[in-house]
Nanobody, 116 residues
Framework: QVRLVESGGGLVRAGGSLRLSCAAPVSIFGINTMGWYRQAPGKQRELVATIAREGTTNYADSSVKGRFTISRDNAKNTVYLQMNSLKPEDTAVYYC?????????WGQGTQVTVSS
């Protein structure tokens, strides 16, 4: 089991910024891909961005690319999501994700609310 602890969500005005963090226990080894998904009310969970252990990134689509930046600190088993120029449509519960030996693990989710 890998317990992921998320932080950094909150309420922000449109155009503002937030930084999400997600940490797995430092003692855990073998984590490859880490990333973020989000789920808006009434919608399915969708990919935001992922990052491989060596740093290769993947962003879901143009709606976040250029505004969001994913990064990680392998020594701390931590992944970050820097979100700039936030829009009301970014409002969702953001879930941290990691994959260890092809097994997926999820965080509990952190609410991000962007007011217009």
């Amino acid at each position: 089991q890998v317990r992921l602890v998320e932080s950094g969500g909150g309420l922000v005005r449109a155009g503002g910024s937030l930084r999400l963090s997600c940490a797995a226990p430092v003692s855990i080894f073998g984590i490859n891909t880490m990333g973020w998904y989000r789920q808006a009310p009434g919608k399915q969970r969708e990919l935001v961005a992922t990052i491989a252990r060596e740093g290769t990134t993947n962003y879901a689509d143009s709606s976040v690319k250029g505004r969001f930046t994913i990064s990680r600190d392998n020594a701390k088993n931590t992944v970050y999501l820097q979100m700039n120029s936030l829009k009301p449509e970014d409002t969702a519960v953001y879930y941290c994700y990691c994959q260890k030996f092809a097994v997926p693990y999820w965080g509990q989710g952190t609410q991000v609310t962007v007011s217009s």
